[in-house]
């Protein structure tokens, strides 16, 4: 898979089968209608294509709506990847983009510079200034042209449409369990590990501090999660907040690497989120945390096995 970042760069993969949208997150309903594309790409022979936007739309029109993320492009790409696309157009956005009409949309960019033969696109998608086009609209122009056009249904869950603003609404209430079950796969949180103060390792657990991420952090708590480093699992006990034990209101990300012993000073470090486990609490000295922390780690190792095993 090729992640393409300017339309000049796009020539081997004009004449394929499009999906436009921001898929932030690559929820089951976003990989559904990309399992669609893939098939309809196939069955003409064309490559896949998966586009959308950097920065988001919402960021030139309203600014301060704009959510965080879910993901990242990178791993976008690699969600997608995993589905059978080709290509990840991450296309820039601009005030003349957005002020292209529906019209013109379809024009200049499906059919000029994507040089798109069919398209896919789940049933609230719009396009042009002012989200004047939409799928009805846009099934028109494609059989004015003889495009294949496929709209896939929404996909649901306990009786609710799959959506990225329902899994933020997850994630920001340390509900992750039920956001991973939504996504179809764990949300990963990705930093640079920096030098923090050193208690996990006066205590015997070792913590990597994860700073510089991108995407949207759940609340406060302890949470398991799983990271791969060299091609090896370790199980990771997260601790996502302030430490009130000993009197740091600082809210960031410490990470115990069950099992790993090494150096990852300014490296780049993924964890996926599987659950949360306990909130933060604040113990009367070290002792008694550490004790906790030993709890924390079993507890945190049985998860991730039966994940892993799963």
Not at 158 to 180: F, N, P, T, Y
């Amino acid at each position: 898979m090729q992640i393409v970042r300017h339309v000049d760069d796009y020539h081997p993969f004009r004449g394929g089968v499009v999906s436009i949208g921001n898929f932030d997150g690559v929820h089951l309903g976003h990989r559904e209608m990309l399992r669609k594309l893939v098939s309809l790409a196939k069955s003409r022979g064309v490559k896949a294509t998966a586009m959308t936007f950097d920065p988001p739309p919402v960021a030139l029109i309203a600014p301060e709506r704009v959510p965080p993320r879910l993901s990242t492009v990178k791993r976008k790409a690699e969600l997608m990847e995993s589905v059978g696309i080709d290509c990840l157009l991450v296309y820039p956005t601009s005030r003349e983009f957005l002020n292209l009409s529906a019209q013109d949309f379809f024009e200049q960019i499906i059919r000029q510079q994507l040089q798109a033969i069919g398209l896919v696109e789940g049933p609230n998608f719009f396009f042009g200034k002012g989200r004047q086009g939409d799928v009805n609209l846009l099934a028109e122009m494609a059989a004015s042209q003889q495009m294949d056009f496929e709209v896939v249904s929404a996909v649901e869950q306990d009786g609710m449409v799959i959506s990225s603003s329902l899994i933020r609404q997850m994630i920001s209430q340390g509900r992750i369990e039920e956001a991973v079950h939504w996504l179809g796969h764990p949300y990963r949180l990705t930093g640079t590990v920096e030098t923090g103060a050193s208690r996990g390792s006066g205590l015997g657990f070792p913590t990597a501090n994860l700073t510089d991420i991108q995407t949207l952090m759940p609340r406060a708590g302890v949470y398991a999660g799983v990271t791969e480093i060299e091609g090896r699992h370790y199980p990771a006990a997260l601790n996502i907040g302030a430490n009130p034990t000993f009197a740091d209101n600082n809210f960031k990300l410490e990470a115990h690497l069950i099992g790993f012993q090494g150096d990852l000073y300014g490296q780049e470090l993924s964890v996926d989120l599987l659950s949360f486990t306990r909130e933060i609490q604040k113990f009367e000295n070290a002792a008694q945390l550490k004790s906790q922390l030993e709890k924390d780690v079993s507890e945190i190792q049985a998860i991730v096995s039966n994940r892993i095993v799963q």
